[in-house]
Protein backbone atom coordinates (compact mmCIF):
# COMPACT_ATOMS: atom_id res chain seq x y z
CA UNK A 1 0.00 0.00 0.00
CA UNK A 2 1.46 3.35 -0.98
CA UNK A 3 2.37 5.74 1.64
CA UNK A 4 0.18 8.97 1.62
CA UNK A 5 2.28 11.90 1.25
CA UNK A 6 0.53 14.06 3.22
CA UNK A 7 0.41 11.72 6.09
CA UNK A 8 4.47 11.38 5.95
CA UNK A 9 4.52 14.76 5.84
CA UNK A 10 1.90 15.65 8.45
CA UNK A 11 4.18 13.23 10.74
CA UNK A 12 7.64 14.68 9.95
CA UNK A 13 6.24 18.06 10.89
CA UNK A 14 4.43 16.92 14.05
CA UNK A 15 7.95 14.85 14.99
CA UNK A 16 10.18 17.88 13.89
CA UNK A 17 8.15 20.43 15.69
CA UNK A 18 8.01 17.70 19.10
CA UNK A 19 12.02 17.40 18.52
CA UNK A 20 12.59 20.91 18.15
CA UNK A 21 11.07 21.57 21.55
CA UNK A 22 12.47 18.24 22.94
CA UNK A 23 15.99 19.52 22.16
CA UNK A 24 15.24 23.23 24.00
CA UNK A 25 13.88 21.14 26.88
CA UNK A 26 17.11 19.16 26.63
CA UNK A 27 19.46 22.56 26.59
CA UNK A 28 17.43 23.87 29.55
CA UNK A 29 17.50 21.06 31.59
CA UNK A 30 20.74 20.83 31.24
CA UNK A 31 21.39 24.68 32.03
CA UNK A 32 19.42 24.58 35.18
CA UNK A 33 20.73 21.17 36.48
CA UNK A 34 24.57 22.49 36.35
CA UNK A 35 22.93 25.99 38.13
CA UNK A 36 21.59 23.57 40.86
CA UNK A 37 24.33 21.92 41.39
CA UNK A 38 26.61 24.74 41.70
CA UNK A 39 24.44 26.28 43.74
CA UNK A 40 23.71 23.48 45.73
CA UNK A 41 27.69 22.86 46.31
CA UNK A 42 27.94 26.25 47.27
CA UNK A 43 25.38 26.49 49.71
CA UNK A 44 27.25 22.92 51.60
CA UNK A 45 30.45 24.46 51.58
CA UNK A 46 29.49 27.77 53.51
CA UNK A 47 27.91 25.33 55.78
CA UNK A 48 31.12 23.82 55.88
CA UNK A 49 29.95 19.93 55.27
CA UNK A 50 32.43 17.16 54.14
CA UNK A 51 33.84 17.49 50.71
CA UNK A 52 32.19 14.44 49.62
CA UNK A 53 29.13 15.12 51.18
CA UNK A 54 29.06 18.34 49.20
CA UNK A 55 29.91 16.54 45.74
CA UNK A 56 27.10 14.10 46.52
CA UNK A 57 24.25 16.68 46.99
CA UNK A 58 25.26 18.41 44.34
CA UNK A 59 25.36 15.44 41.84
CA UNK A 60 21.90 14.60 43.61
CA UNK A 61 20.54 17.85 42.75
CA UNK A 62 21.87 18.28 39.14
CA UNK A 63 20.53 14.22 39.22
CA UNK A 64 16.90 15.26 39.98
CA UNK A 65 16.45 18.32 37.54
CA UNK A 66 17.85 16.14 34.89
CA UNK A 67 14.89 13.08 35.69
CA UNK A 68 12.68 15.89 35.94
CA UNK A 69 13.73 17.07 32.10
CA UNK A 70 13.77 13.73 30.97
CA UNK A 71 10.12 13.35 32.27
CA UNK A 72 9.05 16.37 30.11
CA UNK A 73 10.73 15.00 27.03
CA UNK A 74 9.25 11.87 26.92
CA UNK A 75 5.86 13.58 27.88
CA UNK A 76 6.39 15.23 24.53
CA UNK A 77 6.80 12.26 22.44
CA UNK A 78 4.65 10.00 24.26
CA UNK A 79 1.86 12.79 24.67
CA UNK A 80 -1.29 10.36 25.65
CA UNK A 81 0.82 7.03 26.88
CA UNK A 82 2.62 9.77 29.11
CA UNK A 83 0.24 9.11 32.16
CA UNK A 84 0.69 5.29 32.15
CA UNK A 85 4.13 5.31 32.00
CA UNK A 86 4.26 8.11 34.76
CA UNK A 87 2.04 5.63 36.91
CA UNK A 88 4.06 2.97 35.94
CA UNK A 89 7.45 4.71 37.28
CA UNK A 90 5.15 6.07 40.53
CA UNK A 91 4.39 2.25 41.07
CA UNK A 92 7.85 0.77 40.90
CA UNK A 93 9.04 3.60 43.31
CA UNK A 94 6.40 3.26 45.74
CA UNK A 95 7.67 -0.73 45.93
CA UNK A 96 11.23 0.04 46.14
CA UNK A 97 10.42 2.24 48.67
CA UNK A 98 8.69 0.26 50.84
CA UNK A 99 11.29 -2.30 50.18
CA UNK A 100 14.13 -0.36 51.24
CA UNK A 101 12.91 2.30 53.34
CA UNK A 102 15.01 1.43 56.80
CA UNK A 103 18.30 1.88 54.50
CA UNK A 104 17.11 5.14 52.89
CA UNK A 105 15.88 6.55 56.02
CA UNK A 106 19.18 5.89 57.71
CA UNK A 107 21.12 6.89 54.14
CA UNK A 108 19.12 10.16 54.19
CA UNK A 109 19.85 10.83 58.28
CA UNK A 110 23.42 10.39 57.36
CA UNK A 111 23.12 13.00 54.86
CA UNK A 112 21.75 15.19 57.83
CA UNK A 113 24.87 14.48 60.01
CA UNK A 114 26.94 15.49 57.48
CA UNK A 115 25.42 18.61 56.53
CA UNK A 116 24.91 19.71 60.35
CA UNK A 117 27.14 18.25 61.77
CA UNK A 118 25.72 17.72 65.70
CA UNK A 119 28.92 15.99 66.25
CA UNK A 120 32.29 15.10 64.58
CA UNK A 121 34.28 12.76 64.05
CA UNK A 122 37.09 12.42 67.85
CA UNK A 123 33.57 14.34 69.30
CA UNK A 124 32.65 12.10 73.26
CA UNK A 125 28.60 11.86 72.38
CA UNK A 126 25.64 10.22 74.51
CA UNK A 127 22.74 8.27 72.35
CA UNK A 128 20.39 5.55 73.62
CA UNK A 129 22.62 4.43 75.93
CA UNK A 130 26.01 4.21 74.45
CA UNK A 131 28.40 7.19 75.13
CA UNK A 132 32.03 6.80 73.51
CA UNK A 133 33.97 8.74 70.82
CA UNK A 134 33.19 8.73 67.43
CA UNK A 135 35.11 7.08 64.86
CA UNK A 136 33.60 7.37 61.72
CA UNK A 137 30.70 8.68 60.27
CA UNK A 138 29.12 7.00 56.86
CA UNK A 139 25.80 7.64 54.91
CA UNK A 140 24.08 5.11 56.82
CA UNK A 141 25.80 4.16 60.29
CA UNK A 142 28.11 6.62 62.40
CA UNK A 143 30.81 3.94 64.63
CA UNK A 144 31.62 4.76 68.45
CA UNK A 145 34.54 3.53 70.50
CA UNK A 146 33.63 3.52 74.30
CA UNK A 147 35.75 3.70 76.87
CA UNK A 148 36.16 0.18 77.99
CA UNK A 149 37.14 -0.28 73.92
CA UNK A 150 34.17 -1.83 72.52
CA UNK A 151 32.59 -0.58 69.57
CA UNK A 152 29.02 0.61 68.81
CA UNK A 153 27.49 1.06 65.62
CA UNK A 154 24.81 3.07 65.41
CA UNK A 155 22.04 3.73 62.67
CA UNK A 156 21.88 7.13 61.69
CA UNK A 157 18.62 7.38 61.86
CA UNK A 158 19.02 6.79 65.47
CA UNK A 159 19.76 10.57 65.82
CA UNK A 160 16.71 11.64 63.98
CA UNK A 161 14.37 10.13 66.83
CA UNK A 162 16.45 10.35 69.88
CA UNK A 163 18.12 12.86 72.01
CA UNK A 164 22.33 13.18 71.25
CA UNK A 165 24.27 14.72 74.34
CA UNK A 166 27.73 15.93 72.96
CA UNK A 167 30.22 16.03 75.48
CA UNK A 168 32.52 17.99 73.64
CA UNK A 169 31.07 20.61 72.40
CA UNK A 170 31.60 22.79 75.45
CA UNK A 171 34.69 22.07 77.15
CA UNK A 172 33.83 22.98 80.58
CA UNK A 173 31.49 21.51 83.28
CA UNK A 174 29.50 22.56 86.49
CA UNK A 175 31.06 21.07 89.57
CA UNK A 176 29.30 21.43 92.76
CA UNK A 177 30.13 20.98 96.69
CA UNK A 178 28.76 21.30 99.73
CA UNK A 179 30.02 23.89 102.98
CA UNK A 180 28.44 23.03 106.12
CA UNK A 181 29.70 25.94 108.98
CA UNK A 182 28.44 26.10 112.16
CA UNK A 183 25.06 28.75 112.14
CA UNK A 184 27.21 31.66 114.11
CA UNK A 185 29.88 31.95 111.73
CA UNK A 186 30.15 35.11 109.24
CA UNK A 187 27.95 34.25 106.14
CA UNK A 188 29.95 32.95 103.58
CA UNK A 189 30.42 35.71 100.11
CA UNK A 190 31.04 35.27 97.16
CA UNK A 191 34.31 37.07 97.24
CA UNK A 192 34.86 34.75 100.00
CA UNK A 193 34.29 31.75 97.76
CA UNK A 194 36.68 33.32 94.73
CA UNK A 195 39.22 34.35 97.24
CA UNK A 196 39.37 30.64 98.36
CA UNK A 197 39.68 29.04 95.22
CA UNK A 198 41.18 31.72 92.72
CA UNK A 199 44.28 29.74 92.41
CA UNK A 200 42.30 26.55 92.51
CA UNK A 201 44.20 24.48 89.73
CA UNK A 202 41.33 23.49 86.92
CA UNK A 203 38.69 25.96 87.99
CA UNK A 204 37.05 28.28 85.62
CA UNK A 205 37.37 31.94 86.29
CA UNK A 206 33.95 32.22 83.95
CA UNK A 207 31.53 31.40 84.43
CA UNK A 208 32.53 32.96 88.20
CA UNK A 209 32.41 30.39 91.03
CA UNK A 210 28.81 31.23 93.04
CA UNK A 211 27.87 30.46 96.81
CA UNK A 212 24.06 29.63 97.54
CA UNK A 213 23.20 29.61 101.38
CA UNK A 214 20.68 26.67 100.93
CA UNK A 215 19.10 26.13 104.48
CA UNK A 216 19.59 26.64 108.42
CA UNK A 217 19.75 23.36 110.71
CA UNK A 218 20.51 21.78 113.78
CA UNK A 219 22.77 25.06 114.45
CA UNK A 220 25.14 24.72 111.15
CA UNK A 221 24.52 27.00 107.96
CA UNK A 222 24.63 24.68 104.31
CA UNK A 223 26.19 26.68 101.52
CA UNK A 224 26.12 25.05 97.91
CA UNK A 225 29.18 26.19 96.09
CA UNK A 226 29.44 25.69 92.13
CA UNK A 227 32.40 26.38 90.45
CA UNK A 228 33.02 25.22 86.87
CA UNK A 229 36.03 23.36 85.24
CA UNK A 230 37.37 21.78 82.19
CA UNK A 231 38.62 18.45 83.96
CA UNK A 232 36.05 17.84 86.54
CA UNK A 233 36.97 15.27 88.72
CA UNK A 234 40.65 16.73 88.95
CA UNK A 235 39.60 20.16 89.50
CA UNK A 236 36.51 19.22 92.04
CA UNK A 237 39.47 17.16 94.38
CA UNK A 238 41.45 20.24 94.10
CA UNK A 239 38.51 22.60 95.16
CA UNK A 240 37.49 20.50 97.80
CA UNK A 241 41.25 21.12 99.34
CA UNK A 242 41.47 24.51 98.84
CA UNK A 243 37.67 24.97 100.89
CA UNK A 244 38.79 23.08 103.29
CA UNK A 245 42.05 25.10 103.93
CA UNK A 246 39.55 28.29 103.33
CA UNK A 247 37.47 27.40 106.44
CA UNK A 248 38.76 24.63 108.32
CA UNK A 249 35.87 25.03 111.23
CA UNK A 250 33.42 23.59 108.44
CA UNK A 251 32.70 20.52 106.80
CA UNK A 252 33.02 20.03 102.70
CA UNK A 253 31.65 17.48 100.59
CA UNK A 254 30.79 16.48 97.27
CA UNK A 255 27.83 17.96 95.95
Given at each position: ???????????????????????????????????????????????????????????????????????????????GAFGWILASFSVVGVVIGLSLQ?????????????????????????????????????????????DDGREVIVPN???????????????????????????DEKAVTTEDLRAALEKTDGVASEPAPAVELRGVADGKAQYLVTFWAANREAALAEALHALRARFPQGDVRIG
Open positions: MPLDPAVVRDNLLDYGARTFWALIVAAITLLIARGVRGATMRALARNRAQANVTVLLGNLAQLTVIVIGVLLILAIYTQDILKNFVAGMWVLVERPFRIGDSIEVTGYSGTVEEISFRTTQLRTGTFMTSAVVNLTRFPTRRAAAWLVLPA
